[in-house]
């Protein structure tokens, strides 16, 4: 396999760099973990379907930024690895309202997906 070097091609993300950092408001506590994600599911070349299986959780409760690139990759995923996804759809970003919209109401169309809005979730976690 030949390297790709030569066309000047970086990881916007790499290891150790500062836009790789997780921001201080952010930062896992010494009980959390943080796990490396490259590719669209976060279950993908992860530990996360052995930790959660390993915690007997059944469900997961997802948000962030990537609506479309990853957060729907592993909501379906997770369905297909008979998780129960649960979607915070004010809590997820996206590249546009269309595509946030989209994706939304195909994963809503799945049956297998629920969304809870953060006013109805944070209080349940103890956070105001």
Same mark, same amino acid.
């Given at each position: 396999?030949?390297?790709?070097?030569?066309?000047?091609?970086?990881? +916007?993300? #790499?290891? @150790?760099?500062?836009?790789?950092?997780?921001?201080?408001? /952010?930062?896992?506590n010494?009980?959390?973990c #943080?796990? =490396?994600?490259?590719?669209?599911?976060?279950?993908? @070349?992860?530990?996360?379907?052995?930790?959660?299986? =390993?915690?007997?959780? !059944?469900?997961?409760?997802?948000? @962030?930024?990537?609506?479309?690139?990853?957060?729907? +990759?592993?909501?379906?995923?997770?369905?297909?690895?008979?998780?129960? +996804?649960?979607?915070? +759809?004010?809590?997820? @970003?996206?590249?546009?309202?269309? #595509?946030?919209?989209?994706?939304?109401?195909e994963?809503?169309?799945?049956?297998?997906?629920?969304?809870?809005?953060?006013? !109805? /979730?944070?209080?349940?976690?103890?956070?105001?």
């Amino acid at each position: 396999m030949r390297s790709i070097s030569w066309l000047g091609t970086r990881p +916007p993300f #790499a290891r @150790g760099s500062a836009p790789w950092q997780i921001i201080p408001e /952010l930062t896992p506590n010494e009980d959390e973990c #943080a796990i =490396d994600k490259i590719t669209m599911s976060a279950f993908e @070349g992860t530990l996360l379907d052995i930790a959660l299986r =390993d915690a007997k959780l !059944a469900a997961f409760i997802i948000a @962030g930024i990537a609506l479309e690139v990853g957060i729907g +990759p592993t909501v379906r995923h997770g369905a297909d690895l008979n998780y129960i +996804p649960i979607v915070v +759809p004010d809590a997820c @970003g996206s590249k546009t309202a269309d #595509a946030k919209t989209r994706v939304l109401a195909e994963l809503g169309g799945t049956g297998e997906v629920f969304t809870v809005e953060s006013e !109805a /979730l944070l209080p349940l976690m103890g956070l105001p």
